[in-house]
């Protein structure tokens, strides 16, 4: 903990936010945007400083004291932790949205690329990590061939106990456990869910599983820094006191009254301008394989944030950004044809890495023919950094915006700090689209729908309402 208490160190590991490409005088007048435009939005930033500072102060919004509330919570985690790779081979989390693609995310971003291919030596003795997030039959067999139920701990991920993915996937895994163990199968199940409410605690207490809790003002997509997220990083090894300490820094960053120079602050209404003129797709590109699920984890937050039907008023709005997710380079050779000839719908948002946790040099060869002779004797480090500075030109040259977030490198404190900006430049494009970016009514639809043709009681009016929506034609499908 000696390293995140000093202030040098963490200076160090500052993020760069470069907005140099959504300016106008970079990226021309007709797309750009003013400097002029962004000091019209100065009282409606301070304004929506004052609205999420209130509930925040009304906790309304737990999840932004997060990196100061769990000190507890994770000593247990710890401890928790150190317990299973003692007896457990294998770590499985079973859940959906943000249960499973922040754990995914952090992950990817923080341990070996083919973590679960090394030896449990190399891997620290922690467990294998597996995330069961859907519930295709295939998917689940499968995970039951390379997995021994009797060297597996799972962790049941839903606040309110009554997902249907993840709670179908708990009663599959509670029958198998019973099955191969008896009364044993308990100590193989950890529930993460609400302190009081749902089914799923009502099912942990009378089980007698190992819980952790989601606080009360922590929505599933905003809950990568409370045991949804901290517990399976902890179980794979990964420094989650760093993460928090990150979250920390950025939220002291992110408290700056001075709006215009707030990152997250100044990200949001850049992405809100650019909207009002028709830039409706937000493109999240990590030039780092170790990043690439990062932009799984946005789409989330942005679209289930942001896309809403109505505002604070009840008035039909229908607003959202689209999300997009791209890795770089991968995605110079599929999606940036689009992005630099094709509509100006589009904000890229490059993330890069300054320095790469390894490198691996280019060897010289075929001197004797120049396009491959020129590769030599450099790294693939400069490599691909050479390639996303490239692309950020052929962008702006086509005048479509594009913004950078650096990191120093990839660790513990920079995700941290990555996470909780996002959080919070979602939460401000919330007030300044005059929405609830906290909600997400188009996804109960779905769920309620579900829950009516699968004989869930108490939905009877919405199967009525179901069967009589029109019948499909049949001289319309081929």
Known sequence: ?????????????????????????????????????IKEMEDRLKSASLSLGEMRANGELEWMDLPYTQDQVVKDILDTANEVKEKFDAFVVLGIGGSALGPIAIQQALNHLHYNELS??????????????????????????????????????????????????????????????????????????DRKNGNLIKIAKAEGFKTFYIPA??????????????????????????????AAYMDEMCKNQDVLKNPAYVAATLQFIAM????????????????????DWYAQLW?????????KQGMDVFVGQTPVKALGVTDQHSQVQLYTEGPFDKVITFITVDKY???????????????????????MGELIKTEQMATE???LKSKKLNNTIALPEVNAFTIGELLYFLEVQTAVMGELLNINAFDQPGVEE???ATYAMFGRPGYDEKKKELDARPMKKENYIL
């Not at 470069?18 to 945007?33: R, T």
């Not at 009002?276 to 932009?295: C, E, H, I, T």
């Not at 679209?303 to 505002?311: I, N, T």
């Not at 946790?357 to 280019?362: E, T």
Request: charged share 25%; proline share 4%; glycine share 10%.
């Open 120 to 193: 449990k030596e190399k891997r620290g003795g922690f467990p294998k990590f597996y995330v069961v997030d859907n519930v295709d039959p295939e998917r689940m067999t499968a995970l039951f061939d390379i997995i021994d139920v009797k060297k597996t701990m799972f962790n049941v991920i839903t606040k309110s106990g009554s997902t249907s993915e993840t709670m179908s996937q708990f009663l599959i895994i509670k029958d198998i456990l019973k099955e191969n163990l008896g009364d044993g199968y308990k100590d193989h199940i950890i529930a993460t869910t």
């Open 217 to 246: 003002g922590v929505g599933g997509r905003f809950s990568e820094l409370c045991p949804v997220g901290l517990l399976p990083a902890a179980m794979c090894g990964i420094d989650i006191e760093g993460l928090l300490a990150g």
């Open 357 to 379: 946790r390894c490198d691996v040099d280019i060897p010289h060869g075929y001197e004797d023919i120049p396009s491959i002779a020129f590769l030599g004797g450099h790294t």
């Open 446 to 448: 779905g769920k309620n």
């Open 393 to 395: 030109y052929a962008l």
């Open 303 to 311: 679209a289930e944030s942001l896309g809403k039907r109505v505002d």
């Open 276 to 295: 009002q003129n028709g830039k409706n797709v937000s493109v999240m590109m990590p030039y780092a394989d170790s990043l690439k699920y990062m932009a």
């Open 1 to 37: 903990m000696e390293k995140y208490l000093d202030d040098t160190w963490k200076k160090g590991m500052k993020l760069r936010f470069d907005f140099n490409n959504m300016m106008a005088e970079f990226i021309g007048p007709e797309q750009g945007i003013t400097f002029d435009q």
